[in-house]
Nanobody
Framework: QVQLVESGGGSVQPGGSLTLSCAAS????????IGWFRQAPGKKRDGVSC????????YYADSVKGRFTISRDNAKNTMYLQMNTVKPEDTAVYYC?????????????????WGKGIMVTVSS
């Protein structure tokens, strides 16, 4: 069964750090484009960071550039989002996803598989 399962969420203080993990099962994750998305209350789901470009060029939303880093560990079939210097506006449900590779340096909207989401709360 194809599954993506997020872990590592929770509460963190502003300025702190958090690492989200996404373990894939039922398929080989490194043969797919990967991405992290988030949805805050009352907001639409937005792409945070993606590795869907055929050349391996990552995309970062302007709001997280310089603070977040996307990566993958092929041996563990797991993807990660390292979140540094977090801000209250980073509070959201975070989703990992996998989809086709393509030739644009942006999050691929055509993701096929999604995790159930995990909450990240940034507050004092």
């Amino acid at each position: 069964q194809v599954q993506l399962v997020e872990s590592g969420g929770g509460s963190v203080q502003p300025g702190g750090s958090l690492t989200l993990s996404c373990a894939a099962s039922g398929f080989t994750l490194d043969h797919w484009g990967i991405g992290w998305f988030r949805q805050a209350p009352g907001k639409k789901r937005d792409g945070v960071s993606c590795l869907t470009n055929l050349e391996g060029i990552p995309y970062y939303a302007d709001s997280v550039k310089g603070r977040f880093t996307i990566s993958r560990d092929n041996a563990k079939n797991t993807m990660y989002l390292q979140m540094n210097t977090v801000k209250p506006e980073d509070t959201a449900v975070y989703y990992c996803a996998a989809g086709p590779l393509w030739d644009s340096v942006e999050c691929n909207p055509g993701m096929d598989y999604w995790g159930k989401g995990i909450m990240v709360t940034v507050s004092s």
